[in-house]
């Protein structure tokens, strides 16, 4: 491994992934080696957990997350094989997320950040989300500054840097950009296993800045592609947000949302989960305005907690239909 052109203070380079406790490696030639089950690993590390919680939080997303599980299959035969004193190299996981805003992300890396942690890959499974202006300075000598900060407090988990495309603007000549991704490139090499980096944002845009950074896209060992929503599942993702907020939907009113929908998604900007949360907050203020105007009615935890067909017809993309 060449020595890092950029120190990162407070990171540790390490060599090859990391063993349970008591594992012998390569090494240790006289260490006691006992082979071990898949489940035993996943029991120890309860990273099923994790699991349960992502198809929790995340509707649909199947072929995601089966690229996540295939990741930590991987990570778990590395334990067994050191286990049983394989050499095992660990493997580089920086990844690409590519896909429109609101198709879980964040969430799906915040999740990774926890797997990581609990196979052994990463120290604190912490995830560290920035963008652009995070890493890039406007003047000589503040972005190197500004990046290594970044990294330190991202070492030992997660760094997800959305809307990665920015940090390149070939038509500015001034522009800082290109230091912060060699900072990157060499943390991303030298650091890989103490470190993942995620780079996010929309697939075209990403392909471009991949085509225009091929050290960066030979670096990228996992390239996940996140699809749009259909109506019925942004409909499920409505249900679960309003059940987490103890609302829900009454008479009528799951078939206005979805009637809603219909028309969001022929309108231009529709941005998936996070559209269907903008639009339940303005049925929520819809439905207070509509109980303040009831001074006198006693409301019950009933009324406080329903969503009426009234509240989500009243939106302007009903007006706008023709």
Request: no cysteine; proline share 4%.
């Amino acid at each position: 491994m060449n020595a890092p052109l950029y120190a990162i203070p407070g990171a540790t380079a390490r060599t090859g992934a990391a063993a349970p406790e008591g594992a012998g490696t390569a090494a240790e030639p006289n260490a006691v080696r006992t082979a071990r089950t898949v489940g035993e690993v996943l029991r120890e590390s309860q990273v099923e957990a994790v699991f349960d919680e992502l198809e929790r939080d995340l509707v649909g997303l199947a072929p995601v997350k089966q690229r996540i599980r295939d990741v930590a299959a991987l990570l778990v035969i590395d334990k067994l094989r050191l286990n049983v004193g394989l050499q095992a190299q660990a493997p580089s996981l920086h990844m690409s997320f590519t896909g429109n805003p609101g198709t879980g992300k964040t969430t799906v890396a915040l999740r990774m950040a926890a797997i990581l942690h609990r196979l052994g890959y990463v120290r604190k499974g912490h995830l560290v989300a920035v963008t652009r202006d995070d890493l890039v300075g406007q003047y000589i000598g503040h972005t190197a500054p500004k990046t290594k900060e970044v990294l330190k407090k991202a070492m030992g988990g997660v760094l997800f840097i959305d809307e990665a495309y920015y940090l390149y603007r070939p038509e500015n000549e001034r522009d800082y950009g290109q230091e912060a991704i060699e900072i990157l490139l060499q943390v991303m090499e030298n650091q890989r296993d103490d470190l993942v980096v995620i780079l996010a944002g929309y697939k075209d845009r990403m392909d471009t800045f991949f085509k225009s950074n091929p050290g960066l896209s030979s670096r990228i060992a996992h390239h996940i592609d996140f699809p749009d929503y259909g109506e019925g599942e942004l409909l499920q993702i409505a249900e679960r947000m309003l059940a987490g907020l103890n609302y829900r939907f009454g008479a009528g009113a799951r078939e206005a949302f979805a009637d809603y929908l219909g028309l969001r998604l022929r309108q231009p900007h529709f941005a998936n989960a996070r559209s269907v949360r903008n639009a339940l907050d303005r049925a929520r203020l819809r439905q207070a305005s509509r109980l303040f105007a009831e001074h006198d009615a006693v409301l019950d935890a009933e009324a406080l907690s329903t969503i009426s067909s009234e509240d989500i017809r009243a939106s302007r993309v009903f007006a706008a239909a023709p």
